[in-house]
């Protein structure tokens, strides 16, 4: 197979960049090791930033993203006796809006479809090679248990932390920052308990309120990192939740549902530098990881694929390489921002055993909710900055 970008992985990175590609007259092949089920099942973000769903009605994605996402001002930030409600939209005029990375995908998966773009899904043994010559190309086992090849000009790591292409770098510079809890997570068949999106600080730990729909609510709890999913049985759930979130406080309660998914995530950041070696690429997860606390991981990918898909389209259509040569420096001040803004959400937001860390926390918690300028900035990092930032 010979194409002009060799794309490794079909999460919405991947997806949504052949997508982007191909309207710029940029031919694509995606190969990825999972079967679509799965990538279409699999269960991550829910919060789209304002420049994502602006991106997104401009590819031609936003129909049902308008129909069905849930536009939301800001959010709800708790400490036990009080809850603030940041408001984006008086601070910085931009909401976001909550539509799953699994809606996300499917609306990329059905664009592709009507496009008749070739997605190899099920490979094993994934490879890249000679990235240093403008004639790269991918190896992999195909589904039908033979090898196979895909030439490429170009090759992009859409593949995730776990991937061949990150490893693919030779010298990379590599962050990492691993905390000491997870998250666990429920989806559960019930109307979420609140308007907008809580975030609750307490001396139990970290709480989350979140959705995806009118009749399906999405929450969170900090729990020690290493924590099996068995040791939390459903009930020992909705009363940790009811605790940490404030059930009877102020006329509020929590109305627990069936839960019918369950998992604990670990939680860490990491960032790898730099984003392109020769003629191989990286975006999203392939080369940073943040802890979900911002809900940054699904935009900062997108934004990484908004810079990308020009920059490619200009080096292979036109035969100029300048977007593609600012590639990675430009990607990576955004990737640096967000990984501030989530390990700030999340140093803020979990307890941990030092006192003294509890007071800076409260401290954090009560200057945001009293101070515009405070609130402004988890605003403008929430909300997200432009593309171009
Ligand atoms: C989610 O709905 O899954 C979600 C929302 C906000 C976050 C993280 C996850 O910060």
């Known amino acids: 197979m010979r194409t002009q970008v060799a794309i490794v992985g079909a999460g919405p990175a991947g997806l949504l960049l052949s997508h982007l590609l191909d309207r710029a007259g940029v031919e694509s ?27 997104l009605r401009a590819a031609g994605l936003g129909e049902r993203l308008d129909r069905e996402g849930d536009v939301h001002r800001g959010i709800h930030l708790q400490w ?35 496009a008749g773009q ?10 890249v090679h000679d990235i240093e010559t403008d004639r790269p190309y991918v190896t992999f086992i195909g589904p039908d248990g033979r090898p196979d090849r895909l030439d490429a000009d170009v090759v992009v790591g859409c593949d995730g932390s776990f991937g061949p292409c990150r490893r693919a770098m030779p010298d990379p510079s590599v962050w990492e920052r691993v905390y000491p809890y997870s998250w666990l997570g429920i989806l559960a068949d019930v109307a979420p308990s609140t308007d907008e999106l809580i975030y609750a600080w307490h001396p139990d730990g970290f709480a989350l309120h ?17 924590t099996e999913v068995e040791t939390w049985s459903d009930d020992r759930i909705w009363e940790a939740l009811a605790t940490r979130l404030g059930h009877g406080e102020n006329g509020w309660t929590l109305t627990p549902g069936p ?3 369950k998992s604990v995530l670990p939680m860490r950041s990491f960032v790898q530098e730099p984003l392109r070696h020769g003629r191989l690429f990286l975006a999203g997860d392939a080369a940073h990881i943040v802890p979900p606390t911002g809900a940054k991981g699904l935009n900062l990918a997108v934004a990484d694929v ?15 390489p300048e977007l593609a040569d600012a590639y990675s420096d430009t ?31 409260l401290s954090q918690l009560r200057w945001v909710a009293a101070s515009t300028a405070g609130a402004t900035g988890l605003a403008e990092n929430y909300a997200g900055l432009p593309f171009g930032y």
């Not at 959705?211 to 990192?225: D, E, G, I, K, N």
């Not at 990607?331 to 007071?359: E, G, N």
């Open 210 to 226: 979140s959705m995806r729909s009118s009749t399906v609510s999405r929450l969170y709890l900090q729990v020690p990192a290493g």
């Open 331 to 361: 990607a990576l001040r955004r990737v640096w921002r967000c990984t501030h803004f989530s390990w700030w959400m999340t140093t803020m937001l979990h307890t941990s055993a030092d006192p003294f860390d509890t007071q800076l926390q």
């Open 259 to 261: 839960i019918t998914e």
């Open 306 to 320: 908004a810079l990308l898909a020009p920059a490619l389209a200009a080096l292979l259509r036109d035969k100029n």
């Open 80 to 114: 036990p006796g009080h809850r603030h409600h940041v408001d984006f939209v008086d601070l910085v005029g931009r909401t976001v809006t909550v539509y799953g990375q699994t809606e996300v995908t499917k609306d990329l998966g059905r664009a592709r479809d009507a």
């Open 118 to 127: 070739q997605i190899v899904y099920e490979v094993a043994d994934t490879a």
């Open 29 to 55: 092949v995606i190969v990825e090791t999972r079967s679509r089920e799965y990538v279409e099942a699999r269960i991550r973000a829910g919060i789209l930033e304002q420049s994502t769903v602006d991106l």
